[in-house]
């Protein structure tokens, strides 16, 4: 091997791309907020806090977010540890969710699940675990806020195991509990990591030993396959706020988080370390300084070394594309992009040419897949308050649908657009954005429908059926044909009446 191929393989093997999912509460921000810390990236854990807390951001270009305090860019938050690049992306932190928490969790190789130590298993956890799954991503659990009463850690394991049908391995055993809690044993260590000196037969040390034991005879040995398969977590016990633990789980993911996958394309497998440079569009990111009306397009690199000035092929196109300036995004800071490697995620300002799901290369013709669209669950019809902007909407829609905003459906009988999303913040981002940006005010109308689902099948099977549901189909942004029903129930009946078809509430893109 060469000294570049070297080079280009130890780069690549060293990033550690991750997200944190959790149901609100459970501690991602501190989480989000300790790990910068411990990651040497002081200046960063402020911003973290202070886009929640002072509810005023440097970038407020959308004033739903300076209104709600809430965050609905996903970013990007980069520092180095144990050797290792980590690449931090960032899900909106909001209730609602939406197709960019998703679409982020394309991009990322491995999930750290945070648990509240009292709740256990939470809706919205089990909701994005779900989306983990699905890829294959890698979970790792970590149990927060020991420092408070919580449920008995084997029931906890337990309940992780049975809620998701997932192996659990503690690689950590908390020592003491609540206002007791004074840190963790390492299983594989054999050492402790305490934030104070306690005597040998204290009796937290005593629990600790004893339950230590249990779980050695109990449960699964850590195995990497497994875990890299998504059949096992490792789970970690800490307390973000005490910052407790919190190393524990930076140095298991330095030490076998996985390093960036492999992607599949529509032709073959690619492989992270291959020489050539190829990225993924995952998410756009529109008007995110005002004054500039600029359009980011988060890209995570697949495979090979990305350098400023590289002349790329948009692979959707077939034309070039000049990378003149590649963005690295710190939390809300950005900076020149001089080169990054497999792993790393830029933001790369453009004019409206990249799309979601678009493929760049260094010349071979290639298209990625895996970057999903999620069968709305809420749909609306769109309706115009100055009907002479009817001509300006059709284009704004297309647009914020091409963004991803929201997803688009023309109605085959001609009725007025539908839009579809998954969280309901969506649709106040549209209206806004609609607004601020495009000058047209609309509101929305209920309609009977409330399910979606691509058809698929044989061409004249799929025309045979529109024909005869023609006011139940609707259009994607591709020209995708789409059945829309009222209910569970009637879209099962559907289902289960056209035998010949298949229904999809997943649409993968390329
Ligand atoms: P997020 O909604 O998941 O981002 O949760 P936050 O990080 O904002 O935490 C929610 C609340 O739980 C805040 O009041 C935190 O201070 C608190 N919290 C977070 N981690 C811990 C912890 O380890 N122990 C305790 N006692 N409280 C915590």
């Known amino acids: 091997m060469s000294n570049s ?48 807390e002072q509810r005023r951001t440097r970038s407020d270009w959308m004033n739903i977010e300076k209104d709600r305090g809430i965050s609905v860019v996903t970013s990007v938050m980069t520092f180095e540890y144990g050797g290792c690049i980590f690449n931090l992306l960032d899900t909106p932190g909001h209730e609602d969710f939406s197709e960019d928490t998703y679409r982020t969790l394309t991009a990322v190789d491995a999930a750290v699940m945070v648990i509240d130590a009292a709740k256990g298993i939470e809706a919205r ?22 420092d408070r009463e919580s449920q008995d850690a084997f029931d906890l394991l337990d309940e992780v195991a049975s809620a998701l049908a997932l192996e659990t391995t503690p690689l950590t055993w908390p020592v003491g509990r609540a206002a007791k809690f004074l840190g963790t044993y390492d299983l594989r260590k054999e050492s402790m990591r305490l934030k104070e000196e306690v005597a040998n037969n204290d009796e937290r040390i005593l629990q600790m030993q004893e339950e230590v034991e249990l779980a050695k005879a109990g449960l699964p040995e850590f195995n990497l396959d497994d875990f890299n398969a998504g059949f096992l977590t490792p789970v970690f016990f800490g307390s973000a706020i005490k910052e407790l633990g919190v190393t524990d789980l930076l140095d298991a993911l330095a030490e076998f988080g996985p390093s960036p996958r492999n992607q599949d394309s529509q032709d073959r497998q690619v492989a992270a370390n291959e020489p050539a440079m190829t990225a993924l569009v995952f998410k756009i990111q529109a008007n995110m300084d005002p004054n500039h009306r600029d359009r980011i397009a988060f890209a995570r690199i697949c495979s090979g070394r990305l350098e400023r000035g590289m002349k790329l092929k948009h692979t959707r196109t077939g034309k070039t594309f000049a990378l003149h300036t590649p963005q690295f995004f710190f939390a809300r800071d950005r900076q ?77 009988d001609g009725s007025a657009p539908i839009v579809g999303v998954v969280g309901v913040l969506q649709l106040d981002v549209l209206q806004t954005r609609l607004k601020h940006e495009y000058g047209v005010e609309i509101t929305f109308d209920s309609i009977s429908y409330s399910q979606a689902r691509w058809v698929q099948g044989e061409q004249n099977i799929i025309d045979r059926f529109i024909n005869s549901n023609r006011s139940a189909i609707a259009d994607d942004i591709d020209g995708d044909p789409v059945f829309l029903s009222t209910s569970d129930f009637m879209m099962q009946r559907t289902i289960d009446a056209n035998k010949e078809l298949s229904f999809h509430d997943i649409k993968q893109i390329g």
């Open 5 to 52: 191929a070297q080079s280009l393989e130890k780069e690549i093997s060293r990033r550690r791309t991750f997200a944190i999912i959790s149901h609100p509460d459970a501690g991602k921000t501190t989480l989000t907020e300790r790990i910068l810390h411990a990651g040497g990236a002081i200046q960063m854990a402020g911003n973290v806090r202070a886009k929640r």
């Open 125 to 146: 956890t089990r909701k994005l675990f779900e989306i983990c799954r699905l890829r294959d991503i890698p979970i790792v659990t970590f149990i927060n806020k020991m």
């Open 336 to 412: 020149l992009a001089e080169e990054a490697f497999a792993g790393d995620v830029v933001g790369i300002p453009n004019h409206g040419t990249l799309r979601i799901g678009d493929t760049l290369t260094e010349g071979e013709d290639l298209q990625f897949t895996g970057v999903p669209y999620f069968a709305p669950e809420i749909l609306r019809r769109v309706n115009l308050k100055d009907a002479m902007k009817a001509k300006k909407l059709k284009q704004a829609l297309t647009e914020l649908a091409e963004e991803g905003v929201v997803q688009l459906f023309k109605p085959q």
